[in-house]
C-alpha cells in the first residue's frame, strides 16, 4: 500500500508567494537577455550580423577564447574547416601572402600549415583583429601583419603562394543571379589576378558560390601555357558557402 500523504505538512503557497515568485522569474529573465544584449554589443553584433554570430564556432572553433570580431568580419570571414582546406592546398609552401586578411580566418590556418605568412589588410583595425585572434592559436609568430594597400604593396612582395579573399561587396552579393569577376571591390577581378599573377603563378581564389565559373577559370588563360585550375565548392554542415579556385603550375600531379 502506498504511504499515505499528511496533507498538513505539505502546503500550497499562497497566492502572494505566487506572486513574488512569478515576478522574481520575471526580472531574472529580463537581467539574462538585458546581459545577453550587452555581450552582443561587446561583440559586434549588430542586426546585420546576428545570423553570421549564431555560427560563431563555425567561423572559429576556438570563439570562446577570446576572438575578436568587427561587422564586416563577422561577414567576411571564411569558415574555419574551409580556411583550413584551403591551408592544406599549400601544406609545407615558403610564404604564403593573404592579400585580404581581414580579421584572420585564412592567416592562421595558413600558418598552421606553411613556413611563413605575410597577411595584409588595409584596415587597421583588421589587422589588430587578426593578429590578436592569431594569438589564441599560437600561430602569431608565423605571421607578418601589414597594414596597406594590396595593390600598392604587390610589386614589393615575393611569396610562393598568394591567397585572395577580397570583399564581395557585403551579403547582398547573392543577389546577382551570376557574380561577375568586376563586382569583386576594391578592383574586378581581372586586375586583381594580373597583380598576384606577377607575384606567383600559385593563386588562390576565394570566390561567391554564385560566381560565374567559366569567367573565374579563363583567368587562367592570362598565363601562357594557361595555368593548371582546380575548382572546389565549399560546404559547412551541408549548406554551400563559397567557390575556391586554385591556380598554379603543375599543380596536378
Ligand atoms: P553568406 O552567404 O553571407 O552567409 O556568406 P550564409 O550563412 O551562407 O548565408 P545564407 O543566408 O546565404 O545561408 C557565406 C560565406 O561567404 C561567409 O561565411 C564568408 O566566408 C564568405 N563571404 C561572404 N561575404 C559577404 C564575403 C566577402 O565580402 N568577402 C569574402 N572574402 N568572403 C565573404
Ligand atoms: N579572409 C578574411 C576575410 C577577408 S574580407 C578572413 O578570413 O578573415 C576582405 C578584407 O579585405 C577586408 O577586411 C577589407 O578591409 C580588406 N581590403 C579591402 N581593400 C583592400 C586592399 N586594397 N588591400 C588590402 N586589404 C583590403
Not at 24 to 36: C, D, G, L, S, Y
Not at 176 to 201: M, N, R
Not at 216 to 237: G, H, K, Q, Y
Request: net charge positive; aromatic share 12%; hydrophobic share 40%.
Amino acid at each position: 500500500m502506498p504511504p499515505s500523504k499528511d496533507s498538513s505538512s505539505i502546503q500550497a503557497p499562497t497566492k502572494k508567494k505566487r506572486k513574488v515568485f512569478k515576478r522574481r522569474v520575471k526580472i531574472k529573465t529580463r537581467k539574462r537577455a538585458q546581459i545577453a544584449e550587452k555581450k552582443k554589443e561587446k561583440e559586434n553584433v549588430t542586426p546585420l550580423v546576428r545570423k553570421y554570430w549564431l555560427q560563431r564556432y563555425d567561423l572559429f572553433s576556438r570563439y570562446d577564447e577570446g576572438i575578436k570580431m568587427d561587422e564586416e568580419g563577422w561577414f567576411s570571414v571564411t569558415p574555419e574547416e574551409i580556411a583550413a582546406r584551403q591551408a592544406r592546398w599549400c601544406a609545407g609552401a615558403g610564404v604564403v601572402i593573404d592579400a585580404f586578411a581581414g580579421v584572420g580566418g585564412n592567416a592562421i590556418q595558413f600558418a598552421q600549415m606553411c613556413h611563413h605568412v605575410v597577411a595584409i589588410d588595409i584596415d587597421p583595425k583588421k589587422v589588430a583583429l587578426a593578429s590578436d585572434n592569431a594569438k589564441i592559436y599560437g600561430v602569431e609568430d608565423y605571421i607578418d601583419f601589414i597594414v596597406g594597400d594590396f595593390f600598392q604593396l604587390a610589386p614589393f612582395l615575393k611569396g610562393d603562394v598568394v591567397f585572395l579573399s577580397p570583399p564581395w561587396g557585403g551579403p547582398s552579393y547573392k543577389a546577382k543571379e551570376s557574380f561577375t569577376l568586376d563586382l569583386l571591390k576594391p578592383k574586378d577581378g581581372h586586375s586583381l589576378f594580373q597583380v598576384a599573377q606577377a607575384i606567383t603563378p600559385n593563386i588562390i581564389m576565394y570566390l561567391p558560390r554564385n560566381v560565374d565559373l567559366l569567367q573565374a577559370t579563363a583567368l587562367s588563360w592570362l598565363s601562357s601555357p594557361p595555368l593548371d585550375v582546380e575548382i572546389e565548392e565549399n560546404f559547412v554542415r551541408g549548406n554551400s558557402k563559397g567557390i575556391t579556385i586554385y591556380f598554379g603550375d603543375n599543380i596536378f600531379p
